[in-house]
């Protein structure tokens, strides 16, 4: 048995082990000198997953990353990101089977990708050792197969882990957010439109922009998401208006956490809003970011996670995106690979518990799912 054919994480619980073992389909007792206790100690080094789909362990280990090398002339066009908090940072979709994972570009990451001769055209390697194998997707406008647009690039809100309000960047015409779906449209990829804003004065202010615009987008006839900031009464309007989707962010449902880094928002406020929010759309068609790495333990996630999922909202388990424009102005820390399967198997039950499916989704980051490690998508 090589050692390249194990794909186990060191410090890993026996259920791990058991799932690992019967996914590979090899009995551990043969793995020549080995015990059980010490294929525990076992490392990403020794992945060695070539031509095979992309696991929920390998998933989650690059998102754990989250970052990777590429040289510029193998990226595909795209306009760049200028949403939440990866805004202002290029990034690579990378795709294998029906698995995708987003990366953000750079050059110091101990991923890259590189150029291969056969099955797939790209691969990610780590450490000088091909992990998987698959190809690059087009993102014209944010991710893959969507107009993810972000209609205000500014916001007078200022969460401690989101470059946006330093950024403070351009507010879209009609006339502009038109032109970048027909750019998606024309390239045969428009299968969703997902609406996104920071605050430029007022929260009202932002959903009215939304309620004016999408008239002019029912022509394209595909589903329309909607994430802003949301105001009493404003999913009911959404709803009649045909959106299909909405993702109010709760960010953390850590109270603590949520007064130092979110200190102008209202957790109990977002709450409010979401339970509205299922009484106009109806189970699996309510999502919530929940930020995972600003500190929070594994509990106050567990807790967070059941409380949106008893109110039949999905919740979005985001990694944490440092951004160099927010350095030392909240804890952020990207959370192991271990963290990333453990914290996505507990959704994975509640979600079954609760009657709940990401893999419906037709807009935004569940349809993405390029950022998170997605349970009944990813595995
Ligand atoms: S998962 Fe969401 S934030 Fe991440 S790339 Fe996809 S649409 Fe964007």
């Given at each position: 048995m090589a050692k390249e054919d194990l794909?186990?994480?060191?410090n890993m619980g026996t259920d791990n082990l058991n799932y690992i073992n019967r996914r590979?389909?090899?009995?551990?007792?043969?793995?020549?000198?080995?015990?059980?206790?010490?294929i525990r100690t076992i490392t990403l080094r020794d992945i060695c997953m070539q031509n095979e789909p992309i696991t929920p362990e390998l998933k989650a280990f690059l998102i754990s990353i989250g970052s990777v090398s590429i040289d510029s002339s193998f990226i595909p066009r795209a306009r760049g990101s200028t949403a939440g908090p990866g805004a202002g940072t290029g990034s690579v979709f990378f795709r294998a089977g029906e698995k995708r994972v987003r990366l953000s570009i750079n050059k110091d990451s101990r991923l890259s990708i590189l150029k291969v001769e056969g099955e797939g055209n790209v691969a990610i390697f780590h450490e000088g050792r091909e992990i998987a194998r698959g190809k690059l997707e087009p993102a014209l406008a944010?991710?893959?197969e969507q107009a993810f647009i972000t209609l205000c690039e500014?916001?007078?809100?200022?969460c401690k882990y989101c470059p946006v309000p330093k950024l403070q960047g351009h507010v879209k015409s009609e006339e502009e957010v038109l032109s970048i779906v027909d750019e998606v449209l024309k390239s045969g990829n428009l299968k969703a439109i997902s609406l996104t804003s920071g605050v430029e004065t007022s929260v009202e202010g932002e959903v009215e922009r939304v309620l004016k615009l999408l008239p002019a987008l029912k022509k394209y006839n595909v589903p329309i998401g909607v994430s802003v900031y949301p105001t009493a009464g404003c999913s009911r309007k959404f709803y009649e208006a045909g959106v299909s989707e909405v993702k109010y962010n709760v960010e953390t449902m850590d109270c603590e956490?949520?007064?130092?880094?979110?200190?102008?928002?209202?957790?109990d406020y977002i709450l409010d809003r979401l339970k509205?929010?299922?009484?106009?759309f109806g189970?699996?068609?309510v999502f919530s970011n929940l930020i995972i790495g600003l500190g929070e333990s594994d509990s106050s996630v567990t807790e967070g996670i059941e409380t949106l999922v008893k109110m039949r909202v999905i919740p979005i388990l985001r990694p944490v995106n440092p951004h160099p424009l927010r350095v030392g102005d909240c804890f952020t820390e990207r959370p192991s690979p271990e963290r990333i399967l453990k914290l996505a198997k507990i959704e994975a039950e509640?979600?079954?518990?609760?009657?709940?499916?990401?893999?419906?989704?037709?807009?935004m980051c569940l349809k993405c799912t390029g950022c998170d490690l997605v349970p009944f998508v990813d595995f």
């Amino acid at each position: 048995m090589a050692k390249e054919d194990l794909f186990v994480f060191s410090n890993m619980g026996t259920d791990n082990l058991n799932y690992i073992n019967r996914r590979i389909n090899i009995d551990l007792s043969m793995i020549k000198g080995k015990g059980r206790n010490s294929i525990r100690t076992i490392t990403l080094r020794d992945i060695c997953m070539q031509n095979e789909p992309i696991t929920p362990e390998l998933k989650a280990f690059l998102i754990s990353i989250g970052s990777v090398s590429i040289d510029s002339s193998f990226i595909p066009r795209a306009r760049g990101s200028t949403a939440g908090p990866g805004a202002g940072t290029g990034s690579v979709f990378f795709r294998a089977g029906e698995k995708r994972v987003r990366l953000s570009i750079n050059k110091d990451s101990r991923l890259s990708i590189l150029k291969v001769e056969g099955e797939g055209n790209v691969a990610i390697f780590h450490e000088g050792r091909e992990i998987a194998r698959g190809k690059l997707e087009p993102a014209l406008a944010h991710c893959p197969e969507q107009a993810f647009i972000t209609l205000c690039e500014k916001c007078i809100f200022d969460c401690k882990y989101c470059p946006v309000p330093k950024l403070q960047g351009h507010v879209k015409s009609e006339e502009e957010v038109l032109s970048i779906v027909d750019e998606v449209l024309k390239s045969g990829n428009l299968k969703a439109i997902s609406l996104t804003s920071g605050v430029e004065t007022s929260v009202e202010g932002e959903v009215e922009r939304v309620l004016k615009l999408l008239p002019a987008l029912k022509k394209y006839n595909v589903p329309i998401g909607v994430s802003v900031y949301p105001t009493a009464g404003c999913s009911r309007k959404f709803y009649e208006a045909g959106v299909s989707e909405v993702k109010y962010n709760v960010e953390t449902m850590d109270c603590e956490i949520f007064k130092k880094v979110c200190g102008d928002l209202s957790l109990d406020y977002i709450l409010d809003r979401l339970k509205e929010a299922v009484d106009a759309f109806g189970k699996n068609r309510v999502f919530s970011n929940l930020i995972i790495g600003l500190g929070e333990s594994d509990s106050s996630v567990t807790e967070g996670i059941e409380t949106l999922v008893k109110m039949r909202v999905i919740p979005i388990l985001r990694p944490v995106n440092p951004h160099p424009l927010r350095v030392g102005d909240c804890f952020t820390e990207r959370p192991s690979p271990e963290r990333i399967l453990k914290l996505a198997k507990i959704e994975a039950e509640m979600l079954r518990r609760y009657g709940l499916n990401p893999g419906l989704a037709k807009t935004m980051c569940l349809k993405c799912t390029g950022c998170d490690l997605v349970p009944f998508v990813d595995f």
